[in-house]
Nanobody, 126 residues
């Protein structure tokens, strides 16, 4: 099982960029798909992006497609989320989580409960 730690959040103006990192512990990270999710105040946690174990397949929520890019470096046990053209509605706590499997997973129910990180706050000002 892997445990994940997110970093890279912060305060940015609308139209700006941030790059989040999700670092995993464990020697089997390359066998896991990883997803990014976000939760705004008063709202449910929602899917943002996912990447498969090898990094050659990705999937995005419609709200971020074309603005966000998910990638991974298995040698560094790290998954990234590059966020460009940020909007105030992107403001949320961003989480990453892992699931063992060879495809991508956009359904939050698939993700291993113990793998969730503590989250990193992203705030986009207008």
């Amino acid at each position: 099982q892997v445990a994940l730690v997110e970093s890279g959040g912060g305060l940015v103006q609308a139209g700006g960029s941030l790059k989040l990192s999700c670092v995993a512990s464990g020697r089997t990270f390359s066998t896991y798909a990883v997803g990014w999710f976000r939760q705004a105040p008063g709202k449910e946690r929602e899917f943002v992006a996912t990447i498969n174990w090898s990094g050659d397949t990705t999937n995005y929520a419609n709200s971020v497609r074309g603005r966000f890019t998910i990638s991974r470096d298995n040698a560094k046990n790290t998954v990234y989320l590059q966020m460009n053209s940020l909007k105030p509605e992107d403001t949320a706590v961003y989480y990453c989580a892992a699931v063992r499997g060879r495809t991508t997973y956009s359904n939050i129910a698939y993700y291993t409960p113990g793998s969730w990180g503590q989250g990193t706050q992203v705030t986009v000002s207008s």
